[in-house]
């Protein structure tokens, strides 16, 4: 059962390290405050509703349309970058919408580029390591 495949040690890069921190950090320190944020520029509850549910169905209704355009069109990185660059830039803004509908549409341009992210990002880590050692490579990452 043990093949040389099995006992070679993976080294993921250091990329993966920083972009699992800097990922936690920005959603730990943005998101939780979004509906505090809604509420001082008048949002009602049902415009918060909108905001949470979209946050929450967005991203993982997507997964499955990105994860496939991912395995078709193979440069993760690209898509990744574009994701991330286009999550940061939604991020920004929300510092500066002025109503919150903006903050609305906002929240479904995060969510969509974060729909981006979370597929190919896993199909990139699996591409890094060997199968037989996956599941213990990414438990290093809480992944």
Do not use: C
Not at 16 to 39: I, R
């Amino acid at each position: 059962m043990n093949s040389g495949e099995d006992k070679e040690e993976i080294n993921p890069p250091t990329e993966l390290y920083a972009y699992h921190a800097t990922n936690s950090f920005a959603q730990d320190t943005a998101l939780p405050y979004l509906s505090y944020f809604a509420v001082r520029l008048g949002a009602s509850f049902e415009q918060i509703a909108w905001m949470n549910s979209l946050m929450n169905l967005l991203p993982y209704s997507l997964q499955y349309f990105w994860g496939w355009i991912s395995d078709k069109k193979s440069i993760r990185t690209y898509w990744i970058i574009a994701g991330s660059i286009l999550a940061s830039l939604a991020l920004y803004f929300m510092s500066t919408v002025q109503n919150p509908n903006e903050m609305i549409f906002l929240v479904i341009v995060y969510s969509v580029a974060y729909s981006i992210i979370i597929p190919t990002w896993s199909a990139l880590q699996g591409d890094w390591m060997t199968p037989s050692r996956r599941g213990s490579t990414l438990s290093r990452f809480h992944v």
